[in-house]
């Protein structure tokens, strides 16, 4: 599927607020309200815009600590690997993980009430995946960006 310029502008003005109608972003980037209903259908159908959803408050949800963490495995294998993501998605506080390239295996955000959650993430959850070798915690300080668009 070809990528107009309009349709990256109707991406980003989705990303911006989903719930937008579809006559505000029609206007916006100037379309007939039946060709930007066509056109959005259209980046659903091909999977381009796989899904609709909300961007929270952490904090105002009393989650103030946010942390990087990187995850070295014991073992480079399928086992550990299958073991050491099914746990991951299986815990909440892990709100993003990746498998990675360089030192590390895997690279996660966690967001928990405080620094006490966290260290009994750590004890109670992380440390207890046989598979994991070495744990490195990097706190968010401060957002800079989040969530930007690639287009």
């Not at 100037?30 to 259209?42: D, E, F, Y």
């Not at 401060?142 to 690639?150: A, M, S, Y």
Request: aromatic share 8%.
């Amino acid at each position: 599927m070809h990528i107009s310029n309009q349709d990256r502008q109707l991406i980003e003005l989705l990303y911006q607020d989903c719930r937008r109608s579809n006559v505000e972003m029609a206007e916006q980037v100037g379309m007939s309200p039946s060709a930007c209903w066509r056109r959005v259908k259209a980046l659903e159908e091909a999977g381009i815009i796989r899904r609709y959803g909300v961007v929270i408050d952490e904090a105002k949800l009393g989650m103030n600590f946010r942390a990087m963490v990187d995850v070295s495995l014991s073992r480079h294998d399928p086992e550990n690997g299958a073991k050491f993501e099914q746990s991951m998605a299986n815990c909440d506080l892990v709100v993003e993980c990746y498998a990675t390239t360089g030192r590390e295996d895997y690279s996660m955000l966690v967001v928990c009430e405080d620094i006490q959650a966290y260290n009994d993430f750590l004890d109670r959850f992380l440390f207890k995946v046989t598979c994991v070798e070495n744990v490195l915690t990097n706190v968010i300080l401060k957002e800079v960006k989040r969530h930007g668009l690639p287009i």
